[in-house]
């Protein structure tokens, strides 16, 4: 199996963006956490884009693969209804679609804490940091 770990805009600079929020380990550091977790017969596929299209497009590649998606779609949780039309394709083809956030975006600014990704969501984690996406990982490779 290979798992889809999506990532949305300004995630690709973890580690020296807000690190009071977002702490101070980078992708790279996130992708050998989880490549350290991965069982055996799991591929880990990170990736991070700036895009809305580009990231609409990877939820189609899911489908298309049959991968389980772990997505932080980071300011297009809180407005993108195209992101969440595309989650909802992953989600009605039977695979698991966990939406982390690194930060806890209740405990932030009211504009975060709307999602419109969480309707179409198997589960959220927020709040715990990197953390989060290992938990995801192990409730998308369980069983
Ligand atoms: C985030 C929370 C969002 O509100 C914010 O826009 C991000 C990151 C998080 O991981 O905590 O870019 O998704």
Redesign the pocket.
């Known amino acids: 199996t290979r798992v889809l770990v999506l990532n ?4 690709g600079r973890l580690g020296s ?1 807000e690190p009071d ?2 702490g101070a380990q980078d992708l790279e550091a996130l992708r050998a956490l989880l490549e350290g977790d991965a069982p055996d017969g799991v591929e880990i596929d990170l990736r991070q884009t700036d895009h809305e299209g580009e990231i609409i497009g990877w939820m189609h590649e899911a489908v298309d693969t049959a991968s389980p998606v772990i997505v ?7 407005y993108s209804y195209g992101l969440r039309d595309a989650a909802a394709l992953v989600s009605k083809a039977g695979l698991p679609l966990v939406e ?6 209740h405990a ?2 009211s ?2 804490h709307h999602s419109t990704i969480s309707g179409v969501a198997t589960g959220v984690i ?2 715990f940091g990197l953390e ?1 996406y290992r938990l995801a990982l192990r409730a998308v490779t369980a069983g």
């Not at 949305?8 to 995630?11: A, D, E, S, T, V």
């Not at 932080?72 to 809180?78: D, S």
């Open positions: 949305g805009p300004n995630l963006r929020v977002y932080n779609p980071a300011a297009f949780t809180h982390v956030h690194i930060s806890n975006p932030r600014e504009f975060r927020a709040g989060g």
